[in-house]
């Protein structure tokens, strides 16, 4: 098995599984150590709650920039996959579950619910148990991008955008849960003062494990604008800025590698799991990659290209900027893990498929393939979605830098124009998304160029995109044996929570796979390497001028666009 470790210091119980979920934007998918399975899709398994990408855009009209999931839809989608897996997992052997779910999203459970969880009639789908169970059917979720107003009541209650930073981890984005929950006490008062227990994404989808409310985990707790980076608390400053009698309906938050609780009797009796399988705390999407990846070098750097894109590495010395996230480490409560999140992703990058590529990826990736490295000196700002870094509005602007002969900045002029060829907007989509990565990332202190990049996610099999990848950041690019880490990640730290329950304290999640690595799941392989030829070290450093370009006018448009004051 995958898993198996030798020695008295981390020993697995014999012919044991360990499942990991993965609740992302659009799925939900799961994986045993060590056999890959399947998945569930919201939109075509489960048509009936009529998401497109996993989310309802502003169903109640009036706010464009609100969007929301239905939680009984994930509820459903656990049941059904499942279901689905149970023909080939046997279920008695599994020794503990974890997951990973999108971050941000909020669920609002309503006054008396812990009865209806800790009742639930295995006979029946768990949907149609728990609709009276909600405060409210929607669950606004990261990519809502309504609550601006709310983020800067926030701020300025405790001092500005950099000191709230500098107390939770990341400055008020529209995403994070405390601006959501400040707007769901505004505007929907009833609903708030209705709820007794609010969750994440991914405490929510512990809690239907474990037949109760589970606690937020740090990791993901650190993206709601309201623990304390340092403590690992929630902050009384931060919580009474954000709404009154919100410490109870939050609750303790709870370290990463805890168990959360035994499963409860309905997974028991419905599929026949052990009664003493453990229920590890679930965490986010991005820190179950990180734990997928097995990064932990602080030279090295992650990028996940999904619905969302996200930029992370680890540090032991976090320094909370504008820009960034700071995380704990889920596999490890010495370090941190330094996040930058696009919303512009895989959807966009679709989108410009659609429109300039015949709708078809082989098309794509001849446009890329037939352009030129540094575009002509095109640059595009494609936002199809509000985006968060940086904080622009839906818009598309494009660009035409001319060249410096002399290699200055301060020579290089812009020139705004209407529309590029097809093939120049293709490698406008994919170059200025790596460029910004770059530049962001040295922002926040993370190491540019570093030693190498695990790169994960959809895209990340796309060979011609890594290789822009790495001629950008000036790295080798690696990929991982399987694309899916977020629940490989998740059945990785359900295995090493199992030890940490075993030993009664935290153990290295290392030694769980020291010394195997190259021969389980977790291993990498090299997909685009960097050379150090002349040409190569040219093309970084004429990169690395465009990159600095790009954020000067980026800032231009932040400054007169952008959605934060």
Known sequence: MVMAADGDHCRLPDNSLFLGFDCSTQSLKATVLDAGLTAVHFDSDLPHYATHGGVLRDPSGGDPGRVVSPPLMWAEALDLLLARLAPRVDYA?????????????????????????????????????????????????????????????????????????RMTGCRAHERCTGPQIRRMYQARRRVYDDTERISLVSSFMASLLVGGYACIDETDGAGMNLMDIATREVRMDALEATAPDLEDKIGKLAPAHAVAGTLSPYFVQRFQFSSNCLVVQWSGDNPNSLAGLTLSDPGDLAISLGTSDTVFGITDLPEPSLDGNILPNPVDPKTYMVMLCYKNGSLTREDVRNRYAEGSWDVFNKHLENTAPLNGGKLRYYYKEPEILPPLPVGFHRYVVSSSASGSLDEMVEHQINQFDPPSEVRAIIEGQFLSMRGHAERCGLPVPPKRIIATGGASSNQIILKTMSSIFGCSVYTVQRPDSASLGAALRAAHGWICNQKGKFVPVSCLHSDRLNRTSLSIKLAAPFGDSEEDIDLLNNYTLLMKKRLEIEQKLVEKFGRHS
């Open 93 to 165: 052997r599994v020794a503990a579950v974890s997951g990973g779910a999108q971050q941000h999203g909020s669920v609002y459970w309503k006054r008396g619910s812990a009865a209806a969880l800790a009742s639930l009639d295995p006979a029946r789908g768990l949907a149609p148990q728990l609709a009276a169970a909600l405060a409210t059917a929607e669950s606004p979720v990261w990519m809502d991008s309504s609550t601006a107003a709310q983020c800067r009541e926030v701020e300025a209650a405790v001092g500005g955008a950099l000191e709230l930073a």
